[in-house]
């Protein structure tokens, strides 16, 4: 599974962007999906999960209401819709699969610029 972040932007504080997360291979609807980001000087955090039925999501206290996210297997895409942005949700987004049945996350995708201005 190869995957492929997109959507990222400059923002103005309180609007919305929309990530994708475009899958390669057939194998997709059997992966959990995940968002992480990283700001400028910090550790890499978890923002969100879908499982791979898309019936069970996690966020993370700090998107919580504010972040939704989805996937839609029949086009092998994971999203991330981002509304009430604030100058802290400034990060390099990264998505990645991790498989139901094992530890750790076995593909990343290469990561988007998100950038909120205040």
């Known amino acids: 599974v190869q995957l492929q972040a997109s959507g990222g932007g400059l923002v103005q504080a309180g609007g919305s962007l929309r990530l994708s997360c475009a899958a390669s291979g057939r194998t997709f609807s059997t992966y959990n999906m995940n968002w992480f980001r990283r700001a400028p000087g910090k550790e890499r955090e978890f923002v969100a999960r879908i499982r791979w039925s898309g019936d069970s999501t996690v966020y993370a206290d700090s998107v919580k209401g504010r972040f939704t996210i989805s996937r839609d297997n029949a086009k092998n895409t994971a999203y991330l819709q981002m509304n009430s942005l604030k100058p802290e949700d400034t990060a390099v987004y990264y998505c990645?699969?991790?498989?139901?049945?094992?530890?750790?996350?076995?593909?990343w995708g290469q990561g988007t610029q998100v950038t909120v201005s205040s």
């Open positions: 990645a699969a991790s498989h139901p049945l094992s530890t750790g996350y076995a593909y």
